[in-house]
């Protein structure tokens, strides 16, 4: 039997006060690590707030006050001995747009990696460069891949999880901050429990919580159920045990789809060093 991991996938109001989604951050990062978890997931950027949705472009964005949030986020994680996948904006250069992106922090505080989102919406890329590579890991002997929002909108992502012997894919989202009910209340639910049907995945899937919300922090079954699910519109933790990834007996899909021999990205990814070097300093 495999070493037990333990997810806990933080959902809270994020916004464009980057000190006070700090705090929520850290706030919640040290209920995670009391609660025993190994890893902690975020929002789609939690820390920076959303481009092209909190404020209409990066122009004058305090990057200062940004890197001193990452900073502070860092020595937590490393206080509570916790590993982070922290969703924000990774700056390249004066001349180009940011990313958005994950940063992956090991038990230390120390940038281990980051996935930069691959698949970005048109509204995305006015703001956004996108990036052009994937990120696995294996924590706990679990094999677990990464994407961010729009990416799971194509099917080919999660088949190159599967391909790539992937068990549990963390997803950060944000689907929140609307003036009331809409389409994703129902689409995005409805694609996070099909994206893991068809490639017998288990997906642990993290929304802001900001009104309206559509659709709460939840986790979905290689068989297409719902393991669980918080409340929409709160802030809190979910926790979700790995103890036996073995799949359950039906499946919607045992034959796993071909991953096309395309790039898996839209838009143009940057050839700066910042954007190649998946350890850069935010």
Same mark, same amino acid.
């Given at each position: 039997? #495999?070493? @037990?991991?333990?997810?806990? %996938?933080?959902?809270?109001?994020? +916004? #464009?006060? *980057? %000190?006070?989604?700090?705090?929520?951050? @850290? #706030?919640?990062?040290?209920? %995670?690590?009391?609660?025993?978890?190994?890893?902690a997931l975020f929002p789609e950027a939690a820390l920076s707030g959303y481009g092209g949705f909190h404020f209409p472009s990066f122009a004058g964005y305090d990057w200062k006050r940004l890197r001193h949030e990452t900073v502070a986020v860092q020595e937590a994680a490393a206080a509570a001995r916790i590993r982070v996948l922290l969703g924000s904006a990774h700056w390249l250069s004066a001349r180009e747009k940011p990313t958005n992106c994950l940063y992956l922090l090991d038990e230390r505080g120390r940038i281990q990696d980051r996935y930069d989102k691959r698949m970005c919406t048109e509204e995305d890329r006015r703001v956004y460069t996108p990036g052009a590579r994937s990120v696995r890991f294996t924590l706990a002997g679990v094999r677990c891949g990464v994407l961010v929002c729009y990416d799971g909108c194509y099917p080919e992502l999660y088949a190159e999880c599967r391909a790539a012997g992937v068990e549990v894919v963390l997803h950060a989202f944000h689907n929140a901050g609307f003036p009331g009910p809409n389409v994703l209340d129902q689409y995005k639910p409805a694609?996070? #429990? +099909? @994206?893991? %049907?068809?490639?017998?995945?288990? *997906?642990v899937a993290v929304n802001s919580s900001l009104r309206h919300s559509s659709w709460p922090t939840c986790i979905a079954r290689p068989d297409g159920s719902l393991a669980a699910a918080l409340r929409r519109h709160v802030t809190g933790v979910l926790f979700h045990d790995f103890p036996d990834l073995r799949l359950p007996g039906w499946l919607h899909n045992r034959r796993p789809l071909?991953?096309?021999? *395309?790039?898996?990205?839209?838009?143009?990814?940057? @050839?700066?060093?910042?954007? *190649?070097d998946p350890r850069s300093d935010p």
């Open positions: 039997m #495999r070493a @037990r991991l333990r997810v806990a %996938a933080c959902q809270f109001p994020v +916004t #464009r006060d *980057v %000190a006070a989604n700090g705090r929520h951050v @850290r #706030r919640l990062l040290g209920r %995670a690590a009391a609660g025993g978890a190994q890893l694609l996070i #429990r +099909t @994206r893991a %049907a068809d490639n017998a995945l288990w *997906v071909p991953v096309p021999p *395309v790039p898996l990205h839209n838009g143009h990814p940057s @050839r700066s060093p910042r954007a *190649v």
